[in-house]
């Protein structure tokens, strides 16, 4: 082997690793985030116009239970001093753009992944939060935010499940060999409880 060809494969050797992924994974992750992305969208807009007009409907606001209007009321739906859904804006179109960027095939270091993972795992708890504020201090559902959980979880434990297989997050072989196959059972396990929750919340509601 020659002087340069050694140098050449000792670079790539010492060459922090880049991972890539999948195109269903790179899509899955396109389609949640636009989904989280037209709630927050829908949400800002109604919003606007609740200020503009302090006795506006908004469209998602069905009944007493299913009503948009008493969430954007709520002190819940401005945690961090400005409107909730100015966040989902911004978090999940950066989303989007990693798709993006995954179909056209780029390739992340470990520490980027490991910042989306960090990302959607904030959240994840951010919508738990909500949900229980919604649930049993607000008593009210918005549709449009029950979109942005489902897609805030779906892209959660799947983003987890890549890092996982890939090794981005060291686990047991036993665990890697569950996320390889079984990854879908924790998302639908995750929303059937949220959905059990709503429906036992208001039981008499739902049945009357």
């Known amino acids: ?33 636009a989904a989280g992305l037209l709630a927050a969208w829908v949400i800002t807009i109604d919003k606007i116009k609740l200020l503009e007009d302090p006795n506006f409907t908004p469209g998602c606001s069905l009944n007493p239970i299913v009503s948009c209007g008493n969430i954007m009321k709520s002190e819940q739906a401005s945690v961090f001093g400005f409107p909730n859904p100015m966040l989902g804006l911004v978090t999940y179109a950066m989303v989007i753009a990693i798709g993006v960027g995954l179909l056209a095939g780029a390739r992340y270091r470990r520490w980027y992944w490991l910042g989306l993972n960090a990302g959607t795992l904030f959240g994840v708890g951010f919508c738990t939060w909500l949900m229980y504020q919604s649930l049993y201090e607000i008593n009210s559902l918005c549709l449009w935010c029950c979109l942005a959980w489902v897609a805030t979880i779906v892209m959660f434990w799947y983003t987890t499940s890549h890092n996982v297989r890939q090794g981005v997050i060291r686990a047991p072989g036993g665990v890697r060999t569950f996320f390889d196959e079984f990854t879908w059972v924790l998302p639908v396990l995750h929303i059937g409880i949220i959905g059990m929750l709503i429906l036992t919340r208001w039981w008499d509601f739902w049945t009357s």
């Open 1 to 33: 082997m020659t002087k340069a060809a050694a140098a050449n494969e000792t670079a790539v050797r010492d060459e922090p690793r880049t991972i890539g992924a999948s195109r269903a994974f790179a899509w899955l992750l396109v389609v949640t985030g």
